[in-house]
């Protein structure tokens, strides 16, 4: 499955437990001709950002950033930079497989008990 229809998987289930309110999708992937990075470059869009990222303080995280990977999929050097740069800054942070692990490491924040799955 893609990693377009794996995040879609997550924001379905995000919707159905009432948290779509407080999560976010980047749009930081995929193809663009030049002059739509340069120009998206301008406006801030970096290199490296997880995929989504949930606006909800819990157990002493200010929210949690998650990248999202397709089965066999592996974090970039700039994703895995971003990733603990978050995590130095307070944030919960973490790298899922597919949307079931995203699923899961969602819950696991929601219910406090987050602990990295990707070190």
Known sequence: MSEHL?????????IR?????VILAIPNGGKRDVRTAIKLKAEG???G???????????????????????????TKEQK???????ELGY???VAVGHQQAIEVL????MGKWEA???
């Open 6 to 14: 794996e995040q879609v998987k997550v924001m379905q289930w995000c």
């Open 17 to 21: 437990n009432g948290i779509h309110d």
């Open 45 to 47: 869009v970096k290199k």
């Open 49 to 75: 950002v997880s995929d989504m990222f949930l606006a909800l303080p819990k157990n002493g995280y200010h929210g949690l950033w998650l990248e999202l990977k397709d089965k066999g999929g592996k974090p």
């Open 81 to 87: 930079e971003w990733i603990y740069k978050m995590r």
């Open 92 to 94: 919960a942070a973490d």
């Open 107 to 110: 819950e696991l924040y929601i």
């Open 117 to 119: 799955l990707w070190s």
